[in-house]
């Protein structure tokens, strides 16, 4: 055995001395050399000079071998690590790595830093440029007067930096310039007196790019941002954004992240709006901790009014909000002994109305102050499954009913199983009690509630081989069968804290109760039968194309409503049908259709495609319309053209309103070191208004952005949307996570 070998111990005695920097050996070659042996020597024609990561090139070179400074004259070049520098005149102090260069022209090759985990190297910035004179530092660092710099390849002058002044620490990974202009194609679109930049795009304090936006609803925006780098794991930015129809408004970002948890907070602040004459604020914070098996988690959102976002937002998104959610939530989960999972958790939640009309009120939700939650599953106990799930919640609202509410539903299920069927049967109890404070003036009082739920769910899976647009697939038929009863109990005297009727879909028609919540629970004699049909490929195994039915049959009449409710009187719910999948090479198309059996009409009706034969070239187009209520089509695209080029665009038109709900049309253009984006964005904000905005942004690769960002617009528009960058070879998300520009 090796192990059982002769093993050597080594000798310190016997392994070299390691050298000192006197001690480096110095190659040299020449067409001829003279000089005076451990002094200086002069070389001439050809002269290459190597030592250990360095190399020197010129016509003339001289070295002072006690003071260890080189001269060179006539096509002086240095190659050392990642840096070529190439000009007229040199002095260099070897040991030190400290000197001067006039006229240079250097080169910094990038190593690509790391992006997030999975997600690879980071596109490589090689940086190039000229100067009068540069100064060596010390290792890594460089000082070039009367200085340019550029990412753009060698030949291709579309911008680059002017700067009186140009440090480069490679060490640091620190750019920075002084009395800097930004020439585009020959003009001058920036000057500052002093701009930073990271050489990879990594984080660093320092001034971003400032932004430019124009608004219907702010007007012109200007907005100058500060980066603080404040450690690894903790940084934060302010912004002061100037607003020629609002005013100033201060803002600022603060995130952090460390092994047990994460958080950002965002504050903002308009003192005096010039519209509305009062002070305007905005705070949203998230925050996640653990703390060994327990787990916390925090949200804040407060604004100072209800139009604040609706004003001085640009997201529909954002200003879409009605409620602004705040909660908190601390809980701990485990095993239950070998074969079960528990979890608890305690939840507080409150919200805020944000009232834009006041001809069309709002009622919020309930708060809830606080809820408790349990939790269990125990799998094989007997010979099936025992779940349990369980809350005490107490509900609180500044006009409608409050009270407590204590929710139990223990349930048992047998699963019965083989490799082509399966049933599902299920028994449990669904345990409520309210408590409905005195103070309140409703005719309402504690009451109780007990119902057994039964349900069974049973299936068939069929399948076959047999051939899809010419490739070989297995063909799946599922029936699938589930029956549900609960008796019916009087529950129009209990609260309505928080249940709503669900939608029917293929999620909810499979369910037990069509209300969502625990405070109305339906009287049940139903049965509801479906199919699934699958085409799976037989190479890959991915679903190609998929077609589904489902319908709800009622035995009994409904009798259970939610108040003001009116009792379902047919027999049978809506049908349900949907398709979707790959139909062709790189098309993707997904409908769904609801369709009353009573009445003859389709309740609800969708469809969706997507073309998109490579990342950065994608076309979508859908139609959906819900009987007497919407009816609209939306078009998106962006297509990346040979030249450079991306076209834009989204259409959301509704033809019950007669107008547009939101329409975005753009263009980007992607060179080797630069991208242009010109993006202008509405959306309706009420009946009666609209938001509009123009986005124009310049991206010089590896230096800045200037002008306002539209990628997140674009990402939220256009489905499929792709950055295209041409330093990487397959178009990537908007942005990458980890790296703030």
Request: glycine share 8%; aromatic share 12%.
């Amino acid at each position: 055995m090796a192990d059982d070998g002769i093993k050597l111990r080594p000798q310190s005695w016997l392994l070299p001395e390691p050298l000192t920097p006197e001690e480096v050996p110095l190659f040299i070659e020449a067409d001829r050399m003279q000089g005076v042996q451990d002094k200086d020597f002069e070389a001439f024609g050809n002269v290459r000079l190597r030592k250990r990561g360095q190399s020197f090139a010129a016509d003339w070179m001289r070295h002072d071998v006690a003071r260890d400074i080189l001269d060179a004259k006539g096509n002086v070049r240095i190659e050392q690590g990642r840096e070529i520098i190439e000009g007229t005149v040199l002095r260099y102090e070897i040991a030190t790595d400290r000197g001067f260069m006039e006229s240079p022209r250097y080169q910094l090759i990038s190593t690509p830093p790391r992006g997030p985990a999975g997600s690879g190297p980071l596109p490589p910035f090689d940086a190039r440029g000229t100067a009068e004179r540069m100064l060596f530092q010390g290792p890594g660092r460089y000082r070039a007067e009367t200085a340019e710099y550029t990412t753009c390849a060698p030949g291709n002058n579309a911008w680059f930096v002017r700067a009186r002044q140009l440090d480069l620490d490679r060490e640091r990974d620190i750019g920075t310039a002084r009395d800097a202009s930004i020439v585009f194609f020959d003009k001058t679109i920036f000057w500052s007196p002093y701009l930073s930049f990271s050489l990879h795009e990594e984080r660093k304090s320092g001034f971003l790019t400032p932004s430019y936006r124009s608004s219907n609803t702010t007007g012109f925006e200007f907005t100058v941002p500060y980066y603080l780098n404040l450690a690894p794991e903790m940084d934060a930015t302010l912004y002061p954004r100037f607003m020629t129809k609002r005013g100033v408004q201060l803002s600022g970002d603060f995130r952090y992240l460390n092994r047990t948890g994460r958080g950002e907070a965002r504050a903002e602040i308009l003192p005096n709006d010039q519209q509305i004459s009062r002070d305007r604020w905005g705070l949203f914070t998230k925050h996640q901790q653990n703390f060994g098996r327990w787990s916390t988690a925090a949200n804040v959102n407060r604004v100072s009014d209800g139009n604040y976002f609706t004003d001085l937002s640009s997201l529909i998104a954002v200003t879409s909000q009605s409620f602004l959610n705040t909660d908190g939530t601390i809980g701990t989960g485990g095993l239950w002994g070998d074969k079960g999972t528990y979890g608890v958790s305690a939840f507080a939640q409150r919200w805020q109305t944000l009232q834009k009309d006041p001809l069309a009120p709002l009622t919020p939700p309930y708060s809830r102050l606080p809820q408790f939650n349990l939790s269990a599953q125990r799998l094989g106990e007997g010979r099936g499954d025992f779940d349990f799930a369980g809350s005490y919640t107490a509900f609180d609202h500044p006009t409608l009913v409050s009270g407590q509410r204590t929710f139990m539903q223990p349930g048992y299920s047998i699963p019965l199983q083989t490799s082509y069927s399966y049933v599902l049967p299920k028994l449990s109890a669904h345990l409520t009690r309210y408590s409905i404070g005195k103070n309140n003036t409703a005719a309402l009082g504690d009451a109780t509630r007990a119902l057994p739920v039964f349900s069974t769910e049973a299936g068939l899976i069929f399948e076959r081989e047999t051939s899809f647009s010419g490739n070989r697939v297995f063909q799946t038929l599922e029936p699938k069968a589930f029956y549900v009863y609960i008796p019916y109990k009087d529950q129009s005297r209990l609260p309505n804290f928080e249940s709503g009727l669900q939608d029917i879909n293929f999620a909810t028609i499979f369910s037990e109760n069509q209300f969502s919540g625990q405070d109305r629970v339906n009287d049940a004699n139903q049965i509801t039968l479906g199919a699934t049909s699958r085409f799976i490929s037989a190479e890959s195994g991915i679903e190609r194309f998929r077609a589904a039915l489902a319908q709800r049959f009622y035995f009994d009449d409904q009798r259970v409503t939610l108040p003001g409710g009116v009792p379902r009187t047919s027999s049978n719910s809506d049908l349900l049908a949907a398709v979707g999948g790959s139909l062709a090479r790189n098309w993707v198309l997904d409908a769904g259709w609801q369709f009353n059996t009573d009445t003859r009409q389709t309740q609800r009706f969708n469809v969706g495609s997507r073309y998109q034969p490579e990342p950065g070239r994608v076309m979508n187009a859908s139609f959906r319309e819900t009987r007497d209520n919407v009816r609209q089509v939306d078009l998106s695209t962006q297509w990346h053209m040979k030249s450079g080029w991306n076209a834009l665009g989204r259409w959301n038109y509704s033809f019950r309103d007669n107008r547009a709900i939101e329409t975005l049309a753009g263009i980007e253009y992607n060179d080797q070191c630069w991208s242009l984006r010109l993006v202008a964005h509405q959306f309706a904000v009420t009946t009666a208004s609209k938001s509009t905005s123009i986005f124009l942004q310049l991206e010089l690769y590896g230096v800045s952005r200037i002008g306002t960002n539209p990628l997140e617009v674009l990402k939220r528009n256009i489905g499929g949307y792709r950055q295209f960058d041409p330093r990487n070879p397959v178009p990537v998300e908007y942005n990458v996570p980890g790296v703030l520009y």
